[in-house]
């Protein structure tokens, strides 16, 4: 990762937004966020092919600057952020704290302006996302959003940024300026349901964000309609088998966007019994 930077687009006006006016832990959901990043088609639903799918962006609790010296870091029991510089000026590998900040509370996920100028951190319990100036290492607006902001990520060219509010059940979206990243603006928000956690958007490199596609993983699994247990209530609760992860898809850049919803098999059963009776009962009395 830091011996080889992946190349991305550079910043400038080039946004194509409209503007807006306005259970189970589903593993298998978060895992398989990466791979729907590359495919064609999903749920019969055609995508923007392209080779140059190279640097998408996705929730994270650690971000990397693009010139790959500076790391970020949400620190979720002390509401802070901290700034370690990773690379000297002579490409050395170095660990030095720079300084470490407070922000609102409990930070769940950090995002960084390609200008390497500004972090956005979503704050769980406080509602809001804190613009941090990397330059000046200090706090310079709180935009509330929805309630309990988890996931956050950016458009390729860091126009939009979008953030998960998990128990609102909505995407906020959130316009960075042009030559002013310290200084976004919340305008709107897309309506997911159920519990939004983790977001990822792709980059198609072509300088235009309506061909990127924005991806929302739901926390929870959903029953599977069409599964049937002759064993248990018949409706798939009392089993995992019987549940499936959802993910909303939705272009980047669309004031309303129409969304696509992907659900995803569960894995298949593992053969675990837990009956209590030794041998099988993990220890358990």
């Not at 929805?146 to 609102?168: F, I, K, Q």
Request: proline share 7%.
């Amino acid at each position: 990762m830091f011996n080889q930077p992946v190349h991305r687009p550079g910043v400038g006006n080039r946004r194509h937004w409209c503007g807006v006016r306005a259970g189970t832990l589903s593993a298998v959901a978060l895992i398989v966020l990466v791979s729907l990043l590359h495919p064609s088609t999903f749920n019969g639903v055609a995508l923007h092919t392209s080779e140059a799918i190279a640097a998408p962006s996705r929730s994270t609790t650690i971000a990397l600057t693009y010139d790959e010296t500076r790391l970020v870091v949400v620190n979720r029991e002390a509401n802070s952020v901290s700034n370690i510089q990773v690379k000297d000026a002579s490409g050395n590998d170095v660990a030095i704290k720079l300084f470490e900040i407070a922000v609102g509370q409990e930070p769940r996920c950090v995002a960084i302006h390609p200008t390497d100028r500004a972090a956005y951190v979503t704050n769980g319990i406080t509602g809001t996302v804190s613009v941090v100036d990397l330059v000046r290492g200090r706090v310079v607006k709180e935009i509330k959003v929805g309630t309990e902001p988890r996931g956050c990520a950016l458009t390729p060219d860091g126009s939009l940024l979008y953030v998960a509010n998990h128990t609102e059940g909505t995407v906020s979206i959130i316009v960075v300026p042009s030559g002013n990243p310290l200084n976004p603006i919340l305008d709107g928000a897309v309506q997911v349901g159920r519990n939004p956690t983790a977001i990822a958007i792709t980059d198609r490199g072509t300088g235009n964000i309506s061909d990127d596609t924005v991806f929302v993983t739901q926390i929870f699994a959903e029953l599977d309609p069409n599964f049937n247990d002759p064993i248990f209530d018949g409706d798939g609760e009392a089993r995992d088998v019987g549940k499936r992860g959802v993910v909303h898809a939705f272009p980047a850049g669309n004031a309303n966007p129409p969304i696509t919803k992907i659900t995803i098999a569960p894995l298949a059963d593992s053969d675990f019994t837990a009956n209590r009776v030794t041998p099988s009962n993990l220890g358990l009395q």
